[in-house]
């Protein structure tokens, strides 16, 4: 389970993020401080979450993305939707039904974080206008990401044409001047120096590794002293 947390700011107020396998959760509790402040954003995601119109929503999203979704607690809970007496909250909702939707996260960015589907559902209860600036806000966010990858990515394409260039003229001019390859068979010399490469790039990122080890073990020592 990979995580990285990233905020957006959203009318004036930090929204927090965390990424879990490649889906964005959204911090609720972030959301709700917008509505009646910091105070009663827990009542705020309860008060939500025992509606029969959302949790309806939240049992629809389950059975499309959770094949482990219990839906007869599921289904209790919808028939217990609207009675005074009824109380539900996050916490209470993942534990018996297995929910992925929602989950309730502890430490730094704690609080309850919901995947970006329910999230936008849930700005609704902020206000119209919270729900559209967090949607827009959040799609700027996926368009900077994705700006930085193909940044990313083509920078890494043109190192590697320079290194293949490089690679091959050495061949060209170093190696088969000096060698006994015909003009048919001087492909395994370019083939051969490729294999070369390949085991470099190994051997590099092997001793990368031993130093990053090393490290980490003399940290915990000097933890010790």
């Known amino acids: 389970m990979t995580k990285k ?11 927090s993020i965390s990424q879990i396998n490649n889906e964005d959760y959204i911090s609720l509790t972030d959301m709700a401080k917008g509505k009646e402040g910091d105070g009663r954003a827990a009542d705020i995601i309860k008060n939500w979450i025992r509606t029969r119109s959302t949790l309806e929503f ?4 389950e059975q499309m993305n959770n094949p482990n979704f219990k839906v007869v607690e599921f289904d209790h809970f919808k028939s217990q939707a609207g009675l005074p007496s009824f109380v539900l909250s996050p916490g209470n909702w993942v534990e018996q039904t297995n929910a992925i939707g929602i989950l309730v996260k502890l430490g730094k960015y ?8 329910i999230a936008f559902e849930f700005g609704s209860a902020i206000s119209p206008v919270f729900k559209l600036y967090l949607i827009k806000e959040y799609q700027r966010l996926k368009e900077i990401e994705t700006n930085q990858y193909n940044l990313e990515w083509n920078v890494k394409r043109v190192l590697s044409k320079i290194n293949y260039t490089i690679q091959t003229d050495a061949v060209k001019d170093y190696i088969l001047p000096k060698s006994n390859y015909t003009k048919d068979t001087e492909w395994l010399a370019y083939a051969e120096e490729a294999d070369k490469a390949v085991e470099r790039s190994k051997s590099t990122a092997n001793i990368g ?6 490290y980490r073990q003399y940290k915990r020592i000097s933890h010790l002293i």
């Open 58 to 61: 939240l049992g629809v999203w």
């Open 110 to 117: 704690g609080g309850t974080y919901a995947h970006k589907d």
């Open 5 to 15: 947390n990233t905020t957006i700011q959203v009318q004036n107020l930090p929204i």
């Open 209 to 214: 590794r031993e130093k990053s080890t090393r």
